[in-house]
């Protein structure tokens, strides 16, 4: 898989020397407290071995969890970022730009870039499948889903374009030149556990620094520099990665990200919400019915052909394909209130989407967040509270494909629709 990096020279150079100066930050605190702290002023002058001991045993187990969370964490953001995919149009832009640059002209110069003004219109987009077969997405107006114009392709819930890397990434975080990339959700996890075994790591530091220098000024004993600058260091890095710990544990009991955070309290999410067939359109809601209809389908519509339901399977003559009709859904466009978050689902269920449900997965760098796995037919991540009040307000509970009885009968209504010529085709709910 390629390497995501910032697409900025400057901030690739700054992630590069990043590395050299954490090495050396480490490198230094474990010359002080194994050496100077451990060896020379407990064991050796003080002869306090047990404490030494405790120190040493601490200070290496943290190390290692350190260490082991950093490494996943970098090889995460570089080589697993968790970016959607670059639509088909983004490789005839480049072809075009490569085919300016061969006949002289800069290729980021306006005139050479293919400009699309809105997103795919054509009913069959690809990539539009992955949010109907779910019962609720986050949509625009139209009750199609978010489009990049950078990315050209549809964006799932919760996924942003970063400037700094130029590409769309799952519940972006924050761009991290200590780590090397973009943090989101398939390295939060990581991310979380190494500020917190940092901040722990330079805790330790900080302390066994500390005591032995104030036993050197109770003793009227020279004061070790050695003490004064690693006390320094270990502050702080460890008040840095304290603050980084504490906001990013807030995040995950909230399920927010540091940009959901940024207008957490006016928000409004508009989300497109299964809803039983024959759903139309009132004054509070409209409606939208998948697959899209084509242009054809469109005018049969205007002329009030389809009775209302758009793209529904009342249709004769040319409509599409009766594989089609068995897939249909309709939707309701509806909106949150201002500050509501649709993917509050508790502070426990927060904590497991994110850090996992094996207590294991909470302090090693092993598994991914389940967050990452989008693969359930309700929505990309689950839903809290915030959804039922959604309906409710709408009036339109007991929808957005929770009745799974009733939607089995309309697939048994359609496959008879179909006679001999559907037999033996399963329809997925």
Known sequence: MPVIESTRAATRWITRIVPVILVGAVSYATFVVVGRVCSTFL??????VGAAIVILVLYFILLLLMIATYLRTVTTVLFDTGVVPLGPQVEERKKTESEARRQGRRGTDFESRLYYDGPDLDPDSPGLE?????????????GRPKWCSECLNWKADRVHHSSEISRCVFRMDHYCPWVGGMIGENSFKYFVQFTTYTACYCGLVLGATASSLHKQVSEGSPLDAHFIAAIALAAFFGLFTFLMTVTSMR????NMTNVDALSSRSKVYQMAVRAPRGTVSTDKFSVVTYPL???????????????GDMGAGNRSGAGPARRDDLATRTFAVLKTEPGENPW?????????TV????????????????CANH????SFYPMGHVMADVLARYSLSGVAGKDSDSAGLEMKELGRRGSGNLEGVRIGN
């Open 293 to 307: 209809p084509k242009e054809d389908e469109e005018e049969e519509q205007r002329n009030g052909r389809f009775n």
């Open 375 to 378: 693969d359930s037919h309700e």
């Open 130 to 142: 992955q949010f109907y077969t779910k019962d609720v997405f986050i949509c625009e107006n139209d």
């Open 344 to 352: 509050d689902i508790g502070i426990w269920r927060n904590w497991q």
């Open 355 to 370: 850090m996992g449900t094996n207590i294991f997965d909470w302090f090693l760098p092993i598994r991914k967040s389940p």
């Open 43 to 48: 064991i050796n002058k003080r002869r306090e």
């Open 251 to 254: 995040y995950i009991f909230l």
